[in-house]
């Protein structure tokens, strides 16, 4: 480790080699996943209070409450990843808005703040009109909230499997995904009509983020030499391909064919079963995507 104050900028510099290993583990994937699901149930909230708004006013509270939870879950395995955790308040007194880290903050921090007065709103004040205004701003936050990680992974230069174009629709398609689920879930008292469509989008998301994961698989490594070494960790016998697969299987594959069945046999049991397959895979996906760049040197 080198400690040295540089004269023409006042940094000091603490760490300036390349860091070996996995030094994004499973609490970014916990960060990414928590953070899919606090967003993504904002989502479904506003879809279902436009198209079945009698049925959905039962949930006001309750998917606020689940959002508030699961970007709080987020929060905090944000700030115990933080080399320097507490200095965190740096990012707010002394911010540098070209890092998508301190963007990130912010906007999470707005977006905290207006699932607050939702919930004041919707538990408190009991006025939906308030609420549904608030709501539409909220969702306009939860889009750049779900999308600065693929920033945040994007700005890691040295690995170039993270592209932010493809890395933005998988935050979008992991958001929808697990926010539908969760909703299925909780959504005891919403009719069939409602199940399914939230079932049509799960299995949507579903089939969306395997053709991407697919399309950097076997195009991946026409693109660069790094990838195709990247993805050799997945492929045949390497480290990590029985659980690429798994996740793929779990997250993806499975949902989509559980929704087609519980459509067309008219189950919601089955559409319970898509939705915790979809939650458990999309922790499994994530985790093994967010590792196996950083298991090839960069030397």
């Not at 707010?92 to 707005?110: D, E, K, N, Q, R």
Request: net charge neutral; glycine share 6%; charged share 10%.
């Amino acid at each position: 480790m080198v400690h040295e104050t540089v004269a023409a900028t006042h940094a000091v510099v603490t760490l300036d080699v390349g860091l070996p290993g996995i030094v994004w583990g499973w609490i970014i994937t916990m960060n990414m996943w928590a953070k899919s699901i606090g967003t993504g149930v904002i989502f479904m909230l506003f879809y279902l209070l436009k198209k079945y708004p009698h049925e959905a006013a039962a949930y006001r509270f309750k998917a606020v409450l689940v959002s508030v939870i699961a970007i709080h879950v987020f929060l905090f395995f944000t700030v115990i990843d933080l080399h320097q955790m507490f200095r965190f308040w740096h990012i707010f007194f002394h911010p540098h808005f070209t890092s998508a880290i301190t963007v990130g903050a912010w906007m999470a921090t707005l977006f905290v703040g207006l699932l607050l007065v939702l919930l004041y709103a919707s538990f408190i004040k009991k006025d939906n009109v308030f609420f549904d205004k608030v709501l539409a701003w909220t969702v306009v936050l939860a889009i750049p909230v779900t999308l600065y990680t693929a920033a945040l992974m994007a700005q890691s230069t040295a690995r170039e499997m993270w592209q932010m174009p493809t890395e933005a629709a998988q935050m979008i398609f992991a958001a929808t995904l697990s926010g539908s689920a969760v909703m299925i879930l909780m959504g005891k008292t919403l009719s069939y009509e409602a199940k399914r469509d939230l079932g049509i989008i799960l299995a949507f998301s579903a089939l969306g983020a395997f053709i991407l994961y697919m399309s950097e698989l076997v195009f991946g490594p026409m693109k660069a030499e790094e990838v195709a070494a990247v993805l050799e960790f997945i492929k045949g016998n390497g480290e990590y391909a029985t659980m690429f697969w798994m996740g793929q299987i779990v997250a993806f594959v499975a949902p989509f064919i559980l929704v087609v069945l519980a459509i067309l046999n008219r189950s919601t049991s089955i559409l319970n079963l898509a939705s915790i397959s979809a939650l458990i895979g999309l922790w499994i996906s994530k985790h093994v995507w967010l590792v196996i760049p950083q298991l090839l040197n960069m030397s």
